[in-house]
Each structure stands twice: as C-alpha cells, then as structure tokens.
C-alpha cells in the first residue's frame, strides 16, 4: 500500500540554515552554528504544504540522518534546552511550536547520506552549507549516460500521481526500454508497446508514449527529469492548462500499493475502530480527552466515537487537494469547551496504513500547527492507560525547564528562563538559576473524580515559583514534555503550565 508521506522538512531545514537567518535573528555563542528565524521557515513549510506529496521539488541531494540534537536558544541568547530530534515529523513538530524570538542551532557532528549511498561527516554549518551547494550545482541536469540507465534492465512504477495516488493501475507490469527507443510494458499476460525519446533541448524532457491504451495512455507526457540514478527516475509534469501536476517514479523493485486512489485510505479508515493516539493542538498535548473513546467509521459517512458513557456522532468526508488526501471531520459540539470540536478540521492525510493514520493541519492565518494520529489501540501515558508511577519515573528522570506558563491566556514564561527544574524522588523539588535556589514539594495524585492524573507542586512564598502552587491538571505527558492546566475555581480563568526535559 503506498504511504503518503511528509514532504522532506530536512532539505528546507537544511537550506534555510544558511538562507533564512535575518537581523532580528539572535547568534548563539558557538560561532559554527546557526539560528533559524520562525516566520521564514514557516512561510517556506506553508509553501512546500501546497506541492503533491511525497515528490519534492527541494533539494533532494542531501537527507540528514535522524537523531539530529537541537540547541535552544531564548532572545537573549542563552541556551535553554537541548532537544533530540527523531524524524522530519518531530522536526516540523518542533519548528511549528518555536515561540517569538527563540532560535534553535544543530549540534554538530551530525552525518548526512549523499545520493550515491555514501555517509559523511558534517562538523559545522559551512561544511553543510559547501557539501549542499556541490551536490545542489548538478541538480536539475539529465546525466548524459541517461540512455545507457534507463535501457539496463527492468523497471517498475512505484508512484504516479494524478490528481491522487494512481500507483496501482501499474501494479504488476514491468517496464523495459530498448535502444532503438521502443518501450514494452509487460504484466505475464498482456503486453503494451510504447515509445521513449528525449528531447534536444539544453534540458531535455523525457517524452513517453503508449497510444491509447488504458491506462498507460495517462503516461503519455513530456516528463520534466528530476532525478536519475541507477535504481530511480524521477519525472514530474505540469500542466499547461490547469496548473495541475503530475508526478512519475520509476523503480527497480515492484510495488503492490497506491491502491485505488483515495480507496485505499477510505477502505482502511472504515474498517475496524480506532483510537486518538496523538492530538497536538500547536504544541499541546490533548491527547488525553479522547482516551475512553472508541471510534468507528461508517461506510456511509457517518462516525461515532463511543465511550462507557457517552456516544459523540459526527460525519467524515475524504477529499482529494493539490497536497494529496483530505480527511474532513465535522462533530456534533456541545458547549464551548467541548474536545471534539478540535478533531473538526479539513485534515491533510501524510501517512496511513492498516494500523495508523496521521493527520496534519496548518492554519492558513497564524501558521499554527495540528497534528492528529489514529491507531488501533487506545493511547498510552493518560490515566486511562497508565498510573501515577509512570509520570513520577519520567519527572525524576532528568533536568526540566518551564517551557511555558500562561496564566489566563497571558504569558508570563520570561521570569523563569534560565531555571533548572529538579523533581527527586523523595517528593521535594528544587529550582535553580544558577545564582538562586528556591525549594518546594511536588506530588503525583489521581484527580478527585478518578478520571486523570493531578500535578500537586507547593513552592511557598518563594517568587516566582510561587505561582505555580496548586493542583495542576495533567493534559498530557510524554518522555519530554509535561502538560499541565488549572481551572480556576472561583472566576473560572485558566492556567497552563509546560515543562520539558533539558
């Protein structure tokens, strides 16, 4: 089954270390690295959004080998955390949720993988920026030993994209091409002659065609050549009509996926439940909400996400979009603080399969970004799941700083930047900013009405750790971040409060 996938954050993170930087951009001490200014790399994500999956137009050269550590920076330059990066997910995650003024810078060494296969060290920003622009210069050009790749052995179309995912009308053909610019597609059984030549321009297209033939007439094209190795041709085509653009890939091993389109999708979402196993509202964890629900999508459009003792109707729609497949959520709200109004969103679809399905939405007006992920059992580190000795092992594991704190909508972060935050195990809790350390109790607890776990932290008279004196509800948690809320009792304002892992 062919996975929609993210378009490759790491090329824009990459390009942009040495092309986005501007004067309101603050340099960290160590002069070998470099920060990233947030509204660049955000208008440039809004605009890879806006391309078809899974084909990039970006440099395609280079591709940074995860974990990747990231240093952070607040805007006066002073480092306040480290955070390990795992996937191009984590990293649009990541950037997504950069506050004003902060900056991040790699930590090298890292190591990169060349399009040959080949792995080389990186130590600072200008050997990145040298290896990009080396491998970069020969971008675009069609190798002259094209002919003597395309016509070696047998080839295989692992993606075209026309409008949506297509992939499997090739499924089983294999695809030869001869000297003599004749072509062959073959499945055992049925066989459909063609043509290939390349234009004479300065940058040659790669011209295909089959006749009438379906659905092989669909490959009938002047193909633009974006890459070519001996085990990959890439091709893309843009429409001179409508702007639409098709994408082509040929491979050297089979493939049995790209199902039917968006069928595919619809046949894996409406088979069997479901459970929210992630929602990140722009860098909240609200995962938690869902996690005695159940969900089910019907065949006829319908959803229930049911619980012991609640059931929640909505409606689905899969559409299809110039990023590849849409899932729209639209769920019956009751009251303004109801959970599920947040699942209700146009949903761009980056990956799926029998098992999961992720979701990502970025708002058109403030650049915030939603990510949603389903999967087949219910989410782990909410009570639902877990016990209170599962967050008391993760707050005694490390070093924590205050990543964010809002109260009542106002922030009010700045007076703790530069504390080190130290949960221990016999329930006392120290703060620490290098010149002053203010100590305090802290306390893990099942919630009143057992529905979640509470955060009891208790600082005293000691500013400005005492603003966090209370019965903190916990919103989420993972390895790396703790999300905590409080509702006011008395006017109803609300707090919340985030730490994560130094």
């Known amino acids: 089954m062919k996975k929609f996938a993210l378009f490759p954050v790491y090329l824009i993170f990459v390009a942009l270390l040495f092309i986005s930087c501007t004067t309101d951009d603050v340099t960290p001490p160590d002069n070998t690295t470099s920060t990233i200014n947030k509204t660049s790399l955000m208008a440039n994500l809004l605009t890879r959004m806006s391309e078809p999956p899974t084909e990039p137009t970006a440099i395609t050269c280079v591709s940074i080998n995860y974990p990747i550590n990231i240093n952070i920076f607040n805007a006066t330059g002073q480092q306040t955390g480290t955070q390990t990066i795992n996937s191009e997910l984590e990293l649009l995650l990541f950037i997504g949720n950069l506050e004003a003024g902060t900056t991040f810078s790699i930590a090298f060494p890292i190591s990169v993988t060349l399009e040959n296969g080949s792995t080389v060290e990186i130590n600072n920003l200008q050997e990145l920026q040298d290896i990009i622009l080396a491998c970069d210069a020969s971008g675009g050009q069609v190798p002259t030993d094209f002919a003597d790749i395309l016509t070696d052995g047998v080839w295989y179309v692992n993606y075209f994209f026309d409008d949506e995912d297509e992939t499997f009308l090739f499924n089983g053909y294999q695809f030869s091409f001869q000297a003599d610019q004749t072509a062959l ?41 974006i890459e070519v190795t001996p085990q990959i041709i890439r091709l893309k085509d843009v429409s001179g009509g409508d702007g639409s653009v098709e994408f082509l890939t040929f491979g050297r091993t089979p493939t049995t996926g790209g199902g039917g389109g968006s069928n595919s999708f619809v046949e894996d979402l409406t088979t069997g439940d479901w459970f929210v196993n992630l929602l990140d509202d722009d860098g909240t964890l609200e995962t938690c909400h869902y996690i005695n629900y159940t969900f089910n999508f019907a065949t006829d459009q319908t959803v229930t996400a049911t619980s012991s003792g609640n059931t929640v109707n909505g409606s689905w729609e899969v559409q299809n979009s110039s990023s590849g497949l849409d899932l729209v959520l639209n769920f019956q709200i009751t009251g303004d603080d109801d959970p599920f109004d947040d699942l209700n969103d146009d949903w761009d679809v980056v990956e799926f399969n029998t098992n999961l399905i992720s979701l990502l939405d970025i708002s058109g007006g403030d650049g915030s970004t939603d990510i949603l992920k389903f999967g087949r059992t219910p989410a782990e580190n909410c009570t639902g799941g877990a016990n209170p000795q599962e967050l008391i092992d993760i707050m005694v594991s490390d070093f924590w700083f205050v990543a964010n704190y809002l109260d009542d909508g106002n922030n009010q972060t700045a007076p703790y930047s530069g504390y080190t935050v130290d949960f221990m195990a016999n329930g006392s809790v120290t703060a620490d900013n290098g010149s002053q350390t203010l100590t305090g109790t802290w306390a893990v607890t099942i919630s009143g009405d057992g529905s979640g776990l509470d955060v009891v932290l208790d600082f005293g008279s000691q500013v400005p750790f005492d603003e966090f004196n209370d019965d903190w509800d916990v919103e989420g948690f993972t390895n790396i971040s703790i999300e905590l809320k409080d509702v006011s009792g008395g006017d109803g304002s609300v707090d919340t409060l985030r730490f994560e892992k130094l």
């Open 185 to 225: 597609a073959d499945n055992g059984s049925t066989q459909v002659n063609g043509t290939w030549e390349l234009t004479s321009s300065s940058t040659p297209d790669f011209v295909l065609f089959f006749g009438s033939n379906s659905p092989f007439d669909e490959l009938d094209d002047d193909w633009d050549i």
